[in-house]
């Protein structure tokens, strides 16, 4: 499983903004593996994944979104990855998500 999360501005004229260094003290990156647009997140052995960060545009220390590939079952992952979102409005989105129903409802049709 893999997601983006859009850090945005949904109301107020200025976008919602996080510092690349704020996000990064969150998260235990793997300093030898990492890049500065490409992290290693690792916990354990079984807990680790990658993150790919998107600067904001004309302010390289400010990040727009962040595409988390394979996160781990870690509790402190999912902590520390709400810790932001409470924050400021953001945007979670799953590509590759199934939808699922309960049986005997059927879907609507659209226009």
Known sequence: MSFDVFFC???APEPWRIARADLRALFPVVE???QPDSWIIA???LNCCAFALTPLAGVGDLIASLHIER???DPRFWD???RPLRRGPAV???PRATHRRRPGIGLRRWP
Request: charged content about 10%; some cysteine.
């Open 9 to 11: 501005c949904l109301e």
């Open 32 to 34: 030898t593996a990492s």
């Open 43 to 45: 916990y354990d052995s």
């Open 71 to 73: 996160p781990g079952g």
């Open 80 to 82: 520390a990855l709400c």
């Open 92 to 94: 979670l989105f799953f």
